[in-house]
């Protein structure tokens, strides 16, 4: 059983639109992160969310971790090709325990 | 600085083989983590050091170990390799343990089992 469920598994847009990926558990976590990971590569930390309710904004995508710290949504705007690439959550509690990912391709 | 560093990159093994994948995490850091990617599973968490010591582990048979030496570098092993064992296995480096410690990948060791 997966602890960390992302939705949708995959998604394809065309380059300027907006995009929201999903990341739901029923247990609660001290902070989750998310990741991005190229192919051929190992994933790259994309922010920390701690608090619940936080909202942290990267330049194009803003990034929400839900009030009761069980889930989390990642939001990008105006999508550009090199924001292509598999999204990993991850929640912490005494380990990190990663979801399956969110494959997102940005079509130019 | 360097980042982490796996070795091999790629590897390929027959069944009942043994293996060993080596990890040489960012200088300074003492906590290495390792993990095992499949398209199926997603990334699953295998074991953690710190300070040479495990302190933390993945659900994975005892085929699976790992350990850390004095200079913070981790080897992790598999014996008697099974076609499923064929993975991308990732090596995380951390500061320090902690709740919100940034881990820093790998580019991973790709382990083809046949």
């Known amino acids: 059983t997966q602890l960390l469920e992302q939705s949708p598994q995959f998604l394809s847009i065309q380059e300027g639109e907006n995009l929201t990926v999903y990341c739901n558990s029923s247990?609660?976590?001290?902070?989750l992160q998310w990741y991005r990971q190229e192919p051929g590569e190992g994933p790259v930390l994309l922010v920390t969310?701690?608090?619940?309710?936080e909202v942290k904004k990267l330049k194009r995508l803003t990034f929400q971790f839900g009030d009761a710290r069980k889930d989390s949504s990642l939001h990008i705007t105006a999508a550009q090709p090199g924001d292509t690439g598999l999204y990993l959550c991850?929640?912490?509690?005494?380990?990190?325990?990663f979801g399956k990912g969110n494959q997102v391709v940005v079509i130019p | 600085k360097a980042g982490v560093t796996q070795t091999p990159r790629y590897l390929i093994k027959t069944r009942g083989q043994q293996v060993t994948l080596s990890c040489s995490p960012i200088?300074?850091?003492?906590?290495v983590s390792w993990y095992q990617q499949t398209p199926g599973q997603g990334l699953q968490f295998l074991f953690e050091?710190?300070?040479?010591?495990?302190?933390n582990k993945g659900n994975f048979p005892g085929r699976f170990s790992g350990r850390q030496f004095s200079n913070s570098r981790s080897e992790m092993n598999v014996s008697t390799l099974e076609l499923g064992d064929s993975a991308l296995y990732l090596c995380?480096?951390?500061?320090?343990?902690?709740?919100?410690?940034?881990?820093?990948f790998g580019q991973g060791t790709r382990l083809t089992v046949v």
């Open positions: 991850a929640g912490m509690n005494n380990r990190l325990a």
């Open positions: 200088s300074g850091h003492r906590s």
């Open positions: 050091y710190f300070s040479e010591t495990q302190r």
């Open positions: 995380a480096s951390s500061l320090e343990r902690g709740l919100n410690t940034e881990a820093f």
């Open positions: 247990s609660v976590f001290s902070s």
């Open positions: 969310v701690v608090t619940g309710g």
